[in-house]
């Protein structure tokens, strides 16, 4: 089965600090990628997504995300966090099929002000 | 716009119960989809649908029936409800398949089985 694995359950940052979420999934064909935020109280927003090309992309907020094929990974990072920024973060991939979307786990960002 | 909708925002069930958990988009989109949000586990799809009068099932469907009469609406349908069905129910529509899809959830509902 394919799996979408997200190893940081809860992350605790001070304001300013870098922050990277870890995001690898078990599937060996053709994939898109795709990072979710989740403000509390809120529904799922997108926040970047890779379908090809440049391996290193650009979302709102200041995020970015690089996805290295050799290693199933597509990392969130964001060189300095904000308060605002206290969410949970979604790694999402979508097969080639394109009609089915797995998601991870999810990671919870606390970011002190 | 008002992107996708979802009605209610909440409900409380008893065990045995059925109701349907309402899903519209104003987008035109083809693609539309549920999942159930539980702690630590993430987003599960229940079911989807690539257009009116296509439905498929996704990783947790047992429980739960779809159907897509029209393209604007998709319905969840709970026949039996269950304290395991306790949970946040996200329903989602994209672009259509073979197109740089995305997914627009709508607000939820939350739902809980006693």
């Known amino acids: 089965a394919q799996s979408v694995s997200q190893h940081n359950h809860h992350v605790i940052l001070s304001e300013a600090a870098s922050l990277e979420l870890g995001c690898n999934y078990s599937y060996g064909g053709t994939v898109n990628l795709f990072w979710y935020v989740q403000y509390p109280g809120q529904h799922l927003q997108l926040l970047l997504k890779y379908f090809s090309g440049d391996p290193l992309v650009k979302g709102i907020k200041g995020f970015e995300a690089e996805f290295i094929k050799s290693k199933f990974s597509f990392n969130l990072r964001k060189p300095s966090v904000q308060w605002s920024d206290t969410a949970e973060y979604f790694c999402a991939v979508n097969l080639g099929n394109f009609n089915k979307f797995y998601f991870g786990s999810g990671t919870k960002l606390n970011v002190k002000p | 716009n008002a992107g996708v909708t979802q009605t209610p925002k909440f409900q409380v069930l008893k065990t045995g119960q059925s109701m349907t958990l309402q899903c519209a988009q104003d987008m035109n989109h083809e693609y539309m989809s549920w999942y159930r949000q539980d702690p630590g586990m993430g987003l599960r799809l229940i079911h989807y649908?690539?257009?009116?009068?296509?439905?498929d099932q996704g990783e947790v469907p047992n429980g739960y029936n779809v159907s897509r009469s029209t393209t604007e609406d998709f319905p969840l349908r709970l026949l039996s409800a269950a304290p395991s069905q306790t949970s946040v129910y996200f329903c989602a529509s994209g672009p259509p398949s073979g197109s740089y899809n995305e997914q627009f959830f709508g607000p939820g509902t939350r739902l809980t089985v006693l």
């Open positions: 649908s690539v257009g009116a009068g296509i439905t």
